[in-house]
């Protein structure tokens, strides 16, 4: 009697047992993703077997598909991204100059696999490029003095372009661009450029004013010679002479007036009314 009673018991927790283990595995089925712009680095995680590992790799956006195997997945932005880096240098003259750099890096299409095995996968830039990077910078920074800074901008961003471009020539990494940032000097360095600044424009106005006051001289100059060539004219042509016949002149023309009464005095050469003494 008991016999016939094991049976479907021992049918029952078969089935719950093959159940079980059914849904566990559907459960524990993985679908690995990756986005758009990236790369996905598949590896296995064996639980009780398998040899775990690098399973393949997937260029976004996509999925891997369904696996019983434990798979999951590592993505890496290949896109060109922006890396910025603050310093704190001092220059050639021992001036500490603040300011930011800028490098936008990419990774090569098709290297996920070796970014994640050679270069330490989403932490690549720390691990690998950026303490190089900012070598380059302290280097390029430090031949200069503060004041030239500004003005070689372009030679410091060129100097490090060029070193960082053949350090990453060998690897999954590409250098797009590099740009300086904004430089702040200390305040002892700004007050003297805003001095500096100050007085070439007092020097300017005064400079000016000089101008100005020279072209007032020599307009003065030319109308004082102007007057004194004019005099020159004048006196030239007063003769004695002249100033008699201008004289007669005007005494004739006042004895026409019938309203005029003329008197004539005799008058001595040195011009003076002859006065006859009384006796």
């Not at 890396?83 to 490098?103: C, G, M, P, S, W």
């Not at 950026?130 to 503060?146: G, I, P």
């Amino acid at each position: 009697m008991f016999a016939k009673k094991s049976a479907p018991i021992g049918t029952i927790f078969s089935i719950a047992a093959v159940g079980l283990f059914l849904l566990f595995g559907l459960g524990s089925c993985s679908n690995p993703s990756t986005p758009a712009g990236h790369e996905g680095y598949v590896y296995e995680k064996p639980r009780m077997f398998g040899s775990g590992g690098y399973q393949g790799s997937l260029q976004g956006p996509s999925n891997y598909g369904m696996s019983v195997l434990r798979n999951e997945i590592i993505n890496i932005d290949m896109r060109p991204n922006t890396y910025t880096e603050k310093f704190r240098i001092l220059a050639n003259d021992d001036l500490n100059i603040v300011f930011d750099f800028h490098a936008v890096v990419s990774i090569r299409s098709g290297t996920v696999k070796a970014v994640v095995e050679n270069y330490g996968g989403e932490h690549w830039y720390e691990r690998f490029v950026r303490e190089t990077f900012r070598t380059y910078v302290r280097n390029a920074v430090q031949k200069f003095d503060s004041g030239e800074l500004k003005a070689r901008r372009d030679d410091i961003g060129k100097e490090v372009t060029t070193k960082l471009q053949t350090y990453l020539n060998a690897t999954p990494f590409e250098v797009k661009n590099i740009v300086v940032g904004n430089i702040n000097y200390p305040d002892i360095v700004a007050k003297a450029v805003e001095k500096k600044l100050a007085a070439q424009q007092l020097l300017s106005e005064k400079e000016t004013q000089k101008q100005i006051a020279k072209k007032d001289a020599e307009i003065r100059i030319e109308e004082a010679k102007g007057i004194a060539q004019a005099q020159k004219i004048i006196n030239s042509t007063l003769t004695e002479n002249y100033l008699q016949h201008e004289a007669i002149n005007a005494q004739l023309k006042m004895a026409e007036s019938p309203n005029h009464t003329t008197v004539y005095i005799p008058v001595g050469t040195n011009g003076m009314p002859l006065v006859k003494g009384l006796k």
